[in-house]
């Protein structure tokens, strides 16, 4: 009897199947969540609400809660959200003693171990799912049933209800599964696609941090050379400075012996004065004749031509002062400016070049309408044919090549261009085309260069242009060549000497410097 009343206990009196979300009315009897909440729902029309067992009536929708004499001990409502979480999920009917669960019914909403599994319906209405707690996300909200298919028009799973009488109805639906297996092998394809950029991601990363770290560790070089040579500087300016005040204070002590003595000699002479002085005032107050006439210090009769020795005696003091000498400024002038230069030469073999390259240009590559000078250093454009004989090296157009070539080492040439007219300086390999416009600086692989064409500013190579961000009021450039680095930078000099760009490339060939010109003129000051 014990038996019977507890699987009665364990029934639901609408659906009369075990209890799935069991809940509980005011009157005490329980029913299933969905089955109670469908039969409301059916009465709410009328405005009354009855207990389908007892028919005990409520004025307001009844509030459902959970009936605590048929709620499994893993999910009491007594219990902490920590204690229903931690030991897993149980069979729903294993009430005496809690037994892991294996399935779970979407359809009874109830978890199965391998006893209960092996009796439940095995119909395709009930559909089994790995363990679970959360049925309401896999039954439609408002039929109650089993989400069973997608719809792709909302991309929203719904039950069989919503194809038939629900807002789903026309739209393109397919078994849950299908669209499942559709969704993950999109994902999967999504995330092969993403597993590449994050490995080219990362491997751009890497070829940054080691940039970063050449960067730095180039800094770092050029730094301690600099410190270096700016220690150097600052030794040799103390030294030099040294030398020249040892100079001037040389010539100061020269001078101050010379006029000491003088001043020493003078005054030995002005105390003879003195008593001289000295005596003939006492003289000059005496009464008595005799005295006056044959005293001790009469005046002697060539006291006159005394006088005239004293002029002599001067000139020749005036003389020993003028041979100790003024200080020679333009000697100490000349001792700053060759050691300042010597200084100098030293800064240029410390970290760039010696000197600035000597270019000159190669008239045997020069275009038939550009002029070039008998000093071989300057470029101009000429509106008349020059008549040069037609060779391979010979530029179609009005371009011309060095005869200097460069292939290791680091260079440097300055150039001087007119403020009209447009131009280009750089460098190229000797086996660039000579004729076409594939020939201009820049328009193939073989060049590099700076160009100004209607007043802008660009660096171009391999017909790919650069454009210099600032306003550019130079005339005059310095060309950098880093050969084995694979360097060219160009800067302009007038004002602050600043940098306008630099090309990175591995050079295979020996450079020629290459000037182009229209309608202006290039000159090469260095």
């Not at 297996?181 to 990362?202: A, G, N, P």
């Not at 193939?444 to 500013?457: A, D, I, P, T, V």
């Amino acid at each position: 009897m014990a038996a019977t009343d507890l699987k009665y206990g364990q029934n639901c009196s609408i659906c009369m199947g075990v209890y799935t979300d069991p809940v509980t009315l005011r009157c005490g009897h329980n029913f299933c969540r969905g089955c109670i909440e469908l039969e409301l729902d059916s009465q709410q029309e009328s405005g009354m609400y009855t207990c389908p067992e007892c028919r005990k009536r409520f004025h307001e929708r009844p509030t459902l809660q959970r009936p605590i004499n048929l709620c499994h001990p893993v999910e009491c409502p007594s219990m902490s959200h920590e204690d229903h979480e931690a030991p897993g999920i149980f069979c729903t009917y294993c009430i005496n003693s809690p037994v892991p669960a294996v399935k779970s019914c979407l359809l009874c909403e109830a978890s199965l171990c391998d006893n209960h599994l092996r009796v439940h319906s095995k119909s395709p209405e009930h559909v089994l799912s790995e363990p679970t707690t959360s049925y309401g996300k896999r039954k439609c909200s408002t039929h109650k049933k089993i989400l069973e298919y997608y719809c792709s028009k909302d991309a929203v799973c719904i039950c069989v209800s919503c194809i038939a009488f629900g807002e789903h109805k026309g739209h393109y639906v397919e078994p849950i599964n299908a669209a499942f297996e559709k969704k993950r092998d999109r994902l999967i394809h999504f995330l092969e696609k993403l597993t590449v950029k994050k490995k080219r991601t990362e491997k751009r990363v890497k070829n940054l941090q080691k940039r970063r770290a050449d960067v730095q560790e180039k800094a770092a070089g050029v730094t301690k050379q600099v410190n270096v040579l700016f220690r150097d500087i600052r030794e040799q300016l103390d030294l030099l400075e040294k030398r020249v005040l040892s100079e001037i204070s040389n010539w100061e002590e020269q001078v101050s012996h010379t006029v000491s003595n003088l001043i020493q000699q003078l005054e030995i002479k002005k105390d003879e004065l003195s008593r001289k002085m000295f005596d003939v005032e006492e003289l000059c107050h005496m009464n008595d004749p005799v005295t006056v006439l044959q005293g001790r210090a009469p005046i002697r009769d060539d006291f006159y031509d005394r006088q005239e020795g004293d002029d002599e005696e001067r000139e020749r003091e005036d003389k020993k002062v003028h041979e100790a000498g003024d200080l020679d400024e333009g000697l100490i002038s000349a001792a700053l400016h060759a050691g300042l230069a010597d200084i100098m030469t030293g800064v240029k073999r410390g970290i760039y070049v010696s000197e600035s390259l000597d270019i000159l240009l190669d008239l045997n590559t020069a275009g038939n309408y550009v002029a070039v000078s008998g000093d071989l250093k300057s470029v101009s454009w000429s509106d008349l044919n020059q008549c040069r004989l037609e060779t391979l090296e010979r530029f179609q157009y009005c371009q011309v090549m060095s005869t200097r070539s460069f292939s290791s080492g680091r260079h440097y040439w300055e150039v001087e261009t007119s403020e009209s007219g447009d131009w280009m300086i750089g460098v190229c390999y000797p086996s660039i085309d000579r004729k076409g416009v594939q020939s201009y600086i820049g328009n193939n692989g073989k060049s590099w260069g700076l160009c100004k064409f209607n007043q802008e500013y660009s660096a171009i190579h391999s017909s790919d242009v650069s454009q210099i961000p600032h306003y550019v009021s130079s005339h005059s450039f310095r060309i950098y060549l880093d050969y084995e680095a694979g360097q060219l930078s160009f800067y302009e000099l007038q004002g602050p000497i600043r940098h306008l760009h630099t090309f990175s490339a591995v050079f295979s060939e020996p450079l020629h410097a290459v000037f182009y010109v229209w309608g202006d003129w290039v000159r090469i000051t260095s």
